[in-house]
């Protein structure tokens, strides 16, 4: 039988003093674009971009913030539906529905595997499941629909946040949070992985420049 999983006080306290870091106000507030299509929940137009800034924590020692840029530039049709690519994979696809957020992938194992990235419309507590591979699957919940988070760019409002939070074979809490603009994309993730004795890996990766058409 699967347990579920439980936090101690001492995996809450560490939680809470990480939560500072993902939190940090940065002022000023983003609006961002509205939006108008079901196809339009991440725009997939060539040449549009989204920048990120991401730092990697380890135990206490914080390494040198870099940033990364995701460009649209490739499209492809498969089973009759256009999917678009981004410079830094060929082997990764998006496409936008009624339905949410698709991923296609033929990597890893996979040969042309359809998946839910996001689900939309979604309601607090809505799930879905994710494969990093053939064998390896990840149950996707969502926590909030409507929440604010803080990124290099500002403030951005009405962000839906998923992800996982679960416990790894030793007991250690495991944390992966992502926060969604519609019409925008992805804004934020954070992750937390427990290592030993205490150390745990933080990876935090925030939207730091965009352009869409």
């Known amino acids: ?7 101690n006080a001492r995996s809450i306290l560490y939680i809470g003093l990480l939560w500072l870091l993902v939190t940090l106000s940065c002022g ?5 674009p509205r939006l108008k299509t079901a196809q339009d929940l991440v725009p997939l137009q060539k040449g549009n971009y989204w920048t990120y ?3 990697l924590r380890i135990g206490n020692e914080i390494g040198p913030t870099n ?5 649209v530039d490739t499209t492809l049709i498969w089973e009759g539906e256009e999917w678009f690519g981004y ?3 060929d082997s990764v696809y998006y496409h936008c529905d009624s339905l949410g957020w698709w991923e296609l992938r033929f990597n890893n194992g996979f040969d042309g595997f359809k ?5 939309y419309p979604v309601e607090k507590g809505d799930f879905w499941y994710y494969h990093h591979s053939p064998t390896d699957s990840t149950k996707m919940e969502v926590f909030s629909t409507s929440t604010s988070t803080d990124t290099p760019l500002g403030t ?3 962000c839906i946040q998923f992800g996982e939070l679960r416990l790894d ?18 804004v934020k993730i954070f992750s937390q992985t427990a290592l030993f004795n205490g150390y745990y890996r933080v990876y935090l990766q925030q939207l730091k420049d965009f352009e869409i058409q």
Do not use: A, C
């Open 28 to 32: 000023g507030s983003v609006t961002g």
């Open 169 to 186: 074979r030793l007991d250690n809490v495991y944390t992966h949070y992502e926060w969604f603009k519609p019409g925008l994309g992805i």
């Open 87 to 89: 410079h830094i994979s």
């Open 1 to 7: 039988m699967k347990r579920k999983p439980h936090l």
């Open 115 to 119: 998946q839910l990235r996001l689900k």
């Open 156 to 158: 951005i409002d009405d």
């Open 53 to 55: 800034d991401y730092v």
């Open 67 to 71: 940033s990364t840029s995701i460009v």
